[in-house]
């Protein structure tokens, strides 16, 4: 994710007023180029409601320019105000078009991102108070490092309600582009998806970049209803061909898309946080600095307390680094967690095996287990994943530990044999889910919940979407093997109505074990996996 320096931030007096066009640039210019990209770029959408029908095609082909550069920082956008003019009547026409030059690297060479910005961001703000406000608004807090250009992209355009006066020219103008037409729905939707709510999750580049010349001219100069069904079109390429490729993926540790001609973990690197990153910072940094006070005093290497110091070890390496890196690593910090928390249950209730520690200790440890639980829940797949495992009324803490820890090591070592179509990613991962399953003390609800959910999502992708499906027409046993996996625990009524823990479906092609805690748990067909 793209970063302005650290030295920009917080550096410096604050913004000046927006209506003040000289000041504002002056303070823009002396900022990194995606701050004008960006507050130019939402002070354009914030102005759109008050054009009329007649002018409105060019100013939302501008204004999709300036979100698609202010969204994805790291694509060039060359020649992106080609067809543009650059004087326009309408404080509406003068925030889009200027947006759109601000976006425009030949034009921000030659002219200057900040004065382009500026312009547009004058034009708006001078248009009503609110949307004055809401440009101060987002140029305080970049300024504050409270968030960077990119997570402001995917921030509402409104902190409150949309203002009466803009939420009345945006119904009126609805009405008239309607009324000219269907083929205006793409863009009528295109702005209440973005501008009006908070900005829709799971669009993807390729969708926000069909409403400009990126993927190819669009024909501007046959007109509207040209335009507008040409965009309608790519749209529903684009959304057929995801439908397709993508199936609905649980959360879980392991959610995986098809990359490089190969099964792969999704990325968790732009994941939101529940918190700014200043606040998450503020929690992360005296959790990291407690973590290795302990792991170099009461509980350094060579103490008999060897399971505690594991689960700190693995936290000061998960925790530290950039927020992207520990967005990545989330459900492996997650499951560290669950397992550090049931080896304190463990210790609390003073079980044979357990080395005893001193209240002094304990309470110690407690501190931690509570500050992690804390903060882990700022991260947003993790808390969204963690609700749905203490939902799910399907059985899945009642599994079977061994049979499941089994079965992912199966598919571990047979993914581990095939890495023409797996990412080394993926079996390493499920490596650590095995390990975790395994854990006597830390095998909780939500780490079966999570084991079960990733091996469905591998499962469910390799059905619909394996790489192999494209290049062999028949039905292989790599595919018959994969299509067992949905069901990893088992959730036979019949099963949990006697108190038989086996989880061993047919499906998965789990033999049944012959009783709890035997050693003939296998899985039939794991060898002959892909």
């Known amino acids: 994710m793209a970063k302005p320096p650290r030295t920009s931030v917080g550096k410096g007096a604050g913004p000046p007023d927006a209506t003040t066009r000289r000041a504002f640039e002056i303070w823009l210019a002396k900022r990194p180029r995606e701050w004008s990209v960006t507050i130019a770029a939402r002070a354009a959408l914030r102005v759109l409601p008050l054009e009329d029908a007649t002018t409105i095609l060019p100013l939302f082909r501008a204004a999709a320019i300036a979100r698609v550069a202010a969204k994805y920082p790291h694509r060039a956008i060359a020649f992106a105000s080609a067809g543009l003019m650059p004087i326009a009547a309408s404080p509406a026409a003068s925030a889009a078009i ?28 001078t248009a009503a108070s609110a949307i004055n406000a809401a440009v101060m608004n987002d140029a305080t807090r970049l300024h504050a490092g409270v968030l960077t250009a990119e997570q402001l992209t995917h921030d509402p355009l409104w902190q409150s309600s949309v203002p009466a006066e803009l939420t009345e ?3 009126h103008l609805v009405r008239e582009l309607h009324a000219r037409g269907s083929h ?23 969708e926000d970049a069909a409403f400009t010349d990126i993927p190819g001219k669009l024909p501007w100069d046959d007109g509207a209803d040209a335009v507008n069904k040409e965009i309608a079109r790519r749209l529903a390429e684009l959304r ?75 936290f000061g390496r998960l925790l ?80 079977d530990r061994a049979v499941v ?35 006597p003390a830390g095998a909780t609800r939500t780490v079966l ?57 047919a499906r998965l092609g789990v033999a049944e074990a012959p009783a709890r805690g035997a050693r003939s748990r296998r899985l039939s067909s794991a060898r002959p996996l892909l």
């Open 240 to 314: 057929r061909a995801k439908s397709m490729e993508i199936p609905d993926q649980s959360p879980a540790p392991v959610r995986v898309e098809e990359r490089a001609g190969q099964i792969a973990k999704a990325n968790d690197r732009d994941s939101p946080l529940c918190a700014s990153e200043r606040d998450f910072k503020a929690w992360r940094d005296p959790v990291v600095d407690h973590i290795e006070e302990l792991t170099t005093t009461e509980f350094a290497q060579g103490t008999n307390h060897s399971r505690i110091r594991d689960r700190l070890v693995a």
């Open 449 to 505: 919940y999570g084991a079960i959910k990733s091996a469905e999502n591998v499962g469910q992708l390799s059905r619909t979407k394996g790489p192999w499906r494209r290049q062999e027409g028949r039905r292989s046993r790599r595919e018959a093997y994969l299509e067992g996996r949905r069901d990893l625990a088992g959730r036979g009524a019949e099963q949990r109505r006697a108190g038989n823990l086996r989880r061993a479906p």
């Open 98 to 125: 200027y947006a759109a030059f601000s976006a425009d690297q030949q034009y921000a060479a030659e002219t200057g991102y900040a004065e382009a910005a500026s312009a547009a961001v004058h034009a708006a703000a």
């Open 184 to 206: 205006w729905r793409v863009w009528t939707d295109w702005y209440e998806n973005i501008a009006l709510h908070e900005p829709q999750r799971g669009i993807t580049e390729a």
């Open 320 to 399: 530290p680094g950039e927020i992207e890196d520990v967005k990545e690593r989330q459900f492996r910090v997650g499951y560290e967690i669950e397992r550090f928390e049931g080896l304190m249950k463990a210790y609390r209730s003073g079980g044979d095996d357990m080395p005893v520690l001193n209240a002094a200790q304990l309470e110690d440890l407690d501190r931690l287990r509570i500050a992690l639980g804390i903060g882990i829940d700022k991260l947003e797949r993790w808390a969204e994943f963690r609700k749905q495992a203490n939902q799910s009324t399907a059985g899945e803490a009642e599994a």
């Open 169 to 171: 020219g945006w119904q």
């Open 405 to 439: 820890s089994d079965a992912l090591d199966d598919m571990a070592a047979t993914m581990e044999q095939r890495p023409r179509y797996f990412d080394p990613e993926v079996p390493a991962t499920f490596r650590f889910l095995a390990e975790a399953v395994r854990d």
